[in-house]
């Protein structure tokens, strides 16, 4: 069965700090599709990033860093520097003939 | 300005009615979805359609029907629904590369329908 744990239900930073949200997946399959998805107060999920399993290499796009290690199912997402605008609800995802989602991590950054 | 337009925004309706949801995305996608986002809940994948083949999904009730008149266009058809279906429903596009699939691609989403069932 596949699964997505995102064990943090709410973080709350002031502006400035990195934060890291946990991603922790289960699948029997050996190629499956990773993702990170951010969720403004609007409601629209943005497409924040892609991993398949063969890449296991680091990612990093401005303040945002991912970090995918399938020695421990895990690809955890880092903001450096974070800004009010990180505000947001983020899930991780995994695909290959089904797509779930984990239930989700409610970042709030105070200035 | 979002690629995928859900309508309408916000929908309340009786438990005995019946209205219907529409996706229209402009991205020249050929795979839509239909999600559920249900208060403190993950998001719940509802249905599929890839390269024109709908993916059974046998946990949605069938009080839910959705209907995919072409890869640009997605709608869930309601009736009698029940309080519980109150949620936000979102629809996706992406590129697939093989029927019936879910799509490895990135999904792009609506901004949703918020349900109310009275």
């Known amino acids: 069965a596949q699964k997505v744990t995102q064990a943090q239900t709410e973080i709350s930073v002031v502006e400035k700090e990195d934060v890291t949200l946990d991603c922790v997946y289960e699948t029997r399959d050996t190629t499956y599709y990773l993702f990170w998805y951010k969720q403004p107060p609007s409601g629209e999920l943005v497409f924040l990033i892609r991993r398949n399993s063969f890449d296991e290499q680091n990612e990093i796009s401005g303040r945002y860093s991912w970090n995918f290690q399938k020695s421990t199912s895990s690809f955890n997402f880092t903001i450096t520097a974070s800004q009010v605008v990180d505000s947001a609800v983020y899930f991780c995802a995994l695909a290959n003939n089904d797509m779930r989602f984990g239930a989700g991590t409610r970042l709030t950054v105070k200035p | 300005e979002t690629g995928v337009t859900q309508t309408p925004r916000h929908l309340v309706m009786g438990m005995t009615n019946k209205k219907s949801l529409k996706c229209e995305q402009h991205?020249?996608?050929?795979?839509m979805y239909w999600y559920k986002q249900s208060a403190k809940k993950p998001l719940e994948l509802m249905f599929v359609y890839s390269l024109e083949e709908r993916v059974e999904n046998n946990s949605v009730p069938s009080r839910f029907s959705p209907e995919c008149p072409n890869s640009s266009h997605l709608f869930l058809h309601l009736h009698t629904l029940q309080p519980e279906d109150s949620a936000l429903y979102l629809c996706?596009?992406?590129?697939?590369?093989?029927?019936?699939?879910?799509?490895?691609?990135?999904?792009?989403f609506g901004d949703g329908t918020r349900l109310s069932i009275l």
């Open positions: 991205l020249g996608h050929n795979a």
């Open positions: 996706a596009s992406s590129q697939a590369h093989h029927p019936g699939g879910v799509g490895n691609q990135p999904q792009h």
